[in-house]
């Protein structure tokens, strides 16, 4: 079972951009498809974005489409979320998941200990 950790959380203004990383502990990266997901306070766990295990294929979900990119280094077992003009909404605990079908989001169930991110209005 793959270990992950994520890092790049903080707290910024509306509008500011930051990218969170994921690191993976061996060398079965490239064995998954990659997600990440995150949950507000009082709100449930929510997908954010998956990805392949090549990297080829990506999903999001509607309401940060156009404005996070996932990606993926698999010779640096890294996992990437960038995020530019971020909102007051996208404040949450973010969490890396590794699964074995981006597409399918119960199969992801390998999950890292969550970065918090809070954008401020």
């Known amino acids: 079972q793959v270990q992950l950790v994520e890092s790049g959380g903080g707290l910024v203004q509306a509008g500011d951009s930051l990218r969170l990383s994921c690191a993976a502990s061996?060398?079965?990266?490239?064995?998954?498809?990659m997600g990440w997901f995150r949950q507000a306070p009082g709100k449930e766990r929510e997908f954010v974005a998956a990805?392949?295990?090549?990297?080829?294929?990506?999903t999001y979900a509607d309401s940060v489409k156009g404005r996070f990119t996932i990606s993926r280094d698999n010779a640096k077992n890294t996992v990437y979320l960038r995020m530019i003009s971020l909102k007051p909404e996208d404040t949450a605990v973010y969490y890396c998941?590794?699964?074995?079908?981006?597409?399918?989001?119960?199969?992801?169930?390998?999950w890292g200990q969550g970065t918090q991110v809070t954008v401020s209005s």
């Open positions: 998941a590794a699964g074995t079908y981006y597409s399918d989001y119960n199969s992801f169930l390998s």
């Open positions: 061996g060398r079965t990266f490239s064995d998954y498809a």
């Open positions: 990805l392949t295990r090549s990297g080829g294929r990506t």
